[in-house]
């Protein structure tokens, strides 16, 4: 026979070899697949939900250290029990029933009982290539070289959940992999967050359908931490992006000023946590703690946010508005727009809870035009943050209270 080797790349994937056999005097035929890189950083976990006769041609790449599973009928096929293959999930059936059948001959005439087993079991792998009801297919594969198609790249296939994980050390050790694992320095599960983006479901606030929130540790440089969370909803178009401080309140509150004098200010970077208040002393204008959220944004992104947010409300610029509100505002909207141009003027951020922030472009140097102050709280503003009451050490030893 001949074999033939070709090296293929998969779409939305990467390169594979594939070994083709083929013998000229039995017409018997296999074909393997090979990783044409290095096993992966992680292992990879495809769950796909089959709902149609289109799903049984989605393409397959199995390598043989890769254990395959349908939940449903309780069926897996063991890593190594198989060569790698490339094919489709039919294919993959195929496969299953063929090795299954392979020996019924001799278990029907020596153990008809459990012949006629693997008979009715052989039926129900046949039935699913029929999809007569929705089944999940799953490729588990610590290497991280397995592959499911996704027919609508580079969109996300909503019926296709790919989860890349840390492999245990007798995959490592299963994958010949253990004495490097064992040279490597344990992972810093802090480390392995910011280089994540984590996923979870949701309802859209607008609309109440289901929505996907993305969420990722971010170090800001010369800062700290944070954690920027973003929805978006594909029913109504609705965007939302918020940002939760990553790390504790700090013990002093910050008042940031920042001195307005040329455009490219407004390229600043910025990050007001839910608990900043803002002011524009030229403008008059001043934002209360809790308005418009946490964002991080840059200094004309937060003006844009405030403008809009003047704008949708109904008792300013709406039907219920007055006219002399309405004149005043619109003067206001005006001069904010101005400020994004040409008016100098002070823009100041007032954060209690210490975790705001407003880039310095000199850094690590002074700014000139950025002031920074951090204050003790008032008794008040400590009332506010719930510090009051809130009580971190020596509640050990307190004797419980009588009621």
Known sequence: GVTRLLLTRIPFFKEIIVSSFACESCSWANTEIQAAGPIQERGVRYALAVASRQDMNREVVKTDCATTRIPELDFEIPAFSQKGVLTTIEGIIDRAVAGLEQDQPVRRATEKEVASKIDEFIGKLKQLKEVHSPFTFIIDDPSGNSFVENPHAPQKDEALVVTYYKRTPQQSAMLGLEGEEMDEKPADSAEDLRNEVLQFNTNCPECNAPAN????????????????????????????????????????????????????????????????????????????????????????????????????????????????????????????????????AHFIMDDPAGNSYLQNVYAPEEDPELKVEHYERTFQQNEDLGLNDMKTEGYETEPPTGR
């Open 213 to 344: 929130t993305n969420m990722k540790l971010v170090q800001i440089p010369h800062f700290k931490e944070v954690i920027i969370m973003a929805t978006n909803c594909d029913s109504c178009g609705h965007r939302t992006n918020e940002v939760k401080s990553g790390g504790a309140i700090e013990r002093q509150g910050t008042r940031i000023t920042l001195r307005i004098t040329d455009p490219s200010d407004m390229t600043r970077d910025i990050l007001k946590s839910e608990t900043c208040s803002v002011e524009i002393p030229e403008l008059e204008f001043e934002l209360g703690m809790g308005a418009l959220g946490g964002k991080f944004t840059t200094l004309e992104g937060l003006l844009k946010d405030i403008k809009e947010l003047v704008e949708r409300n109904p008792f300013t610029l709406g039907d219920s508005s007055t006219p002399s509100k309405t004149e005043k505002l619109q003067e206001f909207i005006g001069r904010l727009q101005e400020v994004k141009g040409k008016t100098k």
